[in-house]
């Protein structure tokens, strides 16, 4: 059940000028929360552009200094309120150094707000922008947010953003029972093309977090305005904010869905260096023959150099990166088409490469590839030489099932 449900219905050189839903939220639904008691559940990413000025200001800190506006709790997902930990590394609580509100952690032992978190709460906001892959723990954490939201009968306002990706671009496999994980949270293909809001409303109305139909409270979206699902990030006048560490750049997040499946292998997905998931080696390849093969296999909308690269540790993006410090041979994944680049095929026919040509070093952490994967027959079947286009071929009926299932969560 949804309570004031708000509904609102490329080209490189002109960006377009799209208003988030933080955005909307301070200029013209500002009543939603006065007078009331706010958790704020965000990062480095929840910024508001200011009317008139060239900055942009942390949702937290724009909403604090409003007259009759009371934040009693911060919810920090992974990497934290500020955005500079590192991936992996657990989230501590504490107190917010700019404006002295306690912080809780949910990138510790709590994935979840308890009911003593949320005691002094009336109603939570959401504010994180995704990057459109389902192993990205930011949904996860909005899945748990909204299910505590519900089972503590606090209302709960997601401040939509854009998928950086597209919202119309949809592959990959779907997460099955068993791989549920806080990188699988609900069963979505890996490449969902789908905004923030619209998973939030895909999550109540398909019952994932459970069954609330007689809850008092309920899901607010507070929509984009002048966004269009053809949209890359890189088409609007909003500027580019790391998601986390180690997506520096529009480019990375496109590539993303693909060579993160990488991290569920021993093959560096090049954290360690400045172009993490768009560089991809180890010790022992050698760059033109994954080349050769790779187009042998049939790749679309980019193109694939040499690299040579030593992955070091970089402060506040990877303390210990595979192979560090030592000579990784590999490939430099440029993008030249967007459109027809489908990452997560590129990312099945990168790891048969690999498993093939290097069927003696090459080897699959098992249980994080599945996880990421979401379906643990992907790597049974690569381990037994199945060609790409036919493990891409098996996930497409229940994919477009999803396809289907998603049209009647779309607000755009």
């Not at 409303?201 to 398909?206: C, D």
Request: glycine share 8%; net charge neutral.
């Amino acid at each position: 059940m949804f309570f004031n449900s708000f509904n609102f219905s490329q080209n490189h050189t002109k960006k377009i000028e799209v208003s988030t839903g933080a955005d909307r939220l301070l200029n013209e639904y500002i009543g939603l929360i006065k007078n009331k008691r706010l958790g704020i559940v965000t990062n480095h990413t929840g910024v508001i552009s200011l009317k008139g000025q060239d900055i942009d200001t942390h949702i937290v800190d724009s909403l604090y200094k409003i007259e009759g506006i009371k934040i009693t709790a911060l919810f920090g997902p992974e990497h934290g309120i500020r955005g500079d930990t590192p991936a992996g590394e657990k989230i501590e609580s504490g107190i917010d150094p700019k404006t002295k509100i306690p912080i809780y952690s949910l990138y510790d032992a709590n994935k979840k707000p308890t009911p003593e978190m949320l005691k002094d709460v009336d109603i939570l906001i959401f504010d994180i922008q995704d990057v459109g892959a389902r192993f990205y723990t930011y949904i996860s954490t909005l899945f748990y947010i909204i299910q505590a939201g519900f089972e503590n009968n606090i209302p709960v306002i997601v401040l939509d953003r854009p998928n950086p990706i597209n919202g119309t671009s949809v592959e990959g496999p779907i997460r099955k029972e068993d791989q549920t994980s806080f990188v699988g949270i609900a069963p979505i293909p890996i490449r969902y093309g789908m905004t923030i809001g619209e998973l939030a409303k895909l999550y109540v109305g398909e019952g994932y977090i459970g069954k609330f139909g007689n809850s008092r409270t309920g899901l607010t979206i507070i929509e984009l305005k002048n966004w269009e699902r053809n949209f890359y990030y890189d088409d609007l006048s909003l500027k580019w904010i790391n998601t986390s560490p180690n997506i520096p750049t529009v480019n990375s997040a496109i590539v993303y869905p693909g060579t993160c499946l990488i991290e569920g292998t021993n093959i560096s997905e090049g954290r360690g260096t400045q172009s993490p998931f768009t560089t991809i080696g180890a010790p022992f390849i050698k760059s033109e023959d994954l080349i050769r093969d790779l187009n042998i296999l049939g790749i679309n909308g980019v193109k694939l150099e040499p690299a040579e690269f030593t992955p070091v540790e970089i402060t506040g993006m990877v303390s210990n990166p595979k192979y560090k410090n030592e000579i990784c041979y590999g490939i430099n994944i440029i993008v030249t088409d967007r459109d027809r680049f489908k990452p997560v095929d590129f990312g099945i026919k990168l790891i048969y490469s690999l498993h093939k040509l290097y069927p003696d070093k090459f080897q699959f952490r098992e249980s994080s590839f599945d996880r990421l994967t979401g379906d643990s027959s992907i790597r049974k079947k690569i381990i037994d030489g199945v060609k790409p286009d036919e493990i891409i071929k098996s996930w497409q009926p229940e994919l477009n099932k999803f396809i289907e299932l998603r049209k009647k969560y779309l607000l755009y």
